[in-house]
């Protein structure tokens, strides 16, 4: 089972990457399972979009 990790999304702008680099976080993602969690209200056009981005960068691995 691989390490997991939490971290904070600030804003809809900002990236996974951004949230991690404030939280002076370097983590190799393929070793380690991360969960991105927004901390504002999520609105419908904020879902679309997370969804276009995470299936445009991330790529999940079973």
């Not at 809809?12 to 939280?23: G, Q, R």
Request: hydrophobic content about 50%; overall charge negative; some cysteine.
């Amino acid at each position: 089972m691989p390490d997991a990790l939490a971290v904070g999304i600030a804003s809809p702008a900002t990236t996974i990457n951004a949230a991690l680099s404030c939280e002076d976080l370097a983590v190799g993602l393929t070793e380690t399972a991360l969960i991105a969690v927004p901390l504002y209200t999520v609105t419908a056009s904020d879902r679309a979009r997370t969804l276009e981005v995470c299936r445009s960068t991330y790529a999940a691995v079973a």
